[in-house]
């Protein structure tokens, strides 16, 4: 069974960073596409970033276009991956939360958001910022 756990969370003033991390378990993760969402309160939750599998060794990042040139997603590792905040505004605020589906080699983004519901989630990570 696929686990993910997320961590680095916390409360930063705007125009601060923060690193998050998720770490995948229970399974092999190379074809594996891993990324983040975020859900603010009342809202419902969205796309941040993931990494699209190639089918080989390289791995693609997509970004909303809201987080485009201040956040960083990163893969360490076939289950690991970070995700770089700087430049962090107050409408960043959220849960934010990752996902792991199972990749095909050929996936756009629009397939992979398609198919996040049906893959694994981590319990979240409260992101806060100040203004």
């Known amino acids: 069974q696929v686990q993910l756990v997320e961590s680095g969370g916390g409360l930063v003033q705007a125009g601060g960073s923060l690193r998050l991390s998720c770490a995948a378990s229970g399974g092999t993760f190379r074809s594996y596409c891993m990324g983040w969402f975020r859900q603010a309160p009342g809202k419902e939750r969205v796309f941040v970033a993931t990494?699209?599998?190639?089918?080989?060794?390289?791995?693609?990042v997509e970004y909303a276009d809201s987080v485009k040139g201040r956040f960083t997603l990163s893969r360490r590792n076939a289950s690991t991956v970070y995700l770089q905040m700087n430049s962090l505004k107050p409408e960043d605020t959220a849960v934010y939360y990752c996902?792991?589906?199972?990749?095909?080699?050929?996936?756009?983004?629009?397939?992979?958001?398609?198919?996040?519901?049906?893959?694994?989630w981590g319990q979240g990570t409260q992101v806060t910022v100040s203004s």
């Open positions: 996902n792991a589906v199972q990749g095909t080699g050929r996936d756009t983004l629009e397939t992979i958001l398609k198919k996040t519901d049906s893959g694994s």
């Open positions: 990494t699209r599998w190639s089918g080989g060794s390289v791995y693609y």
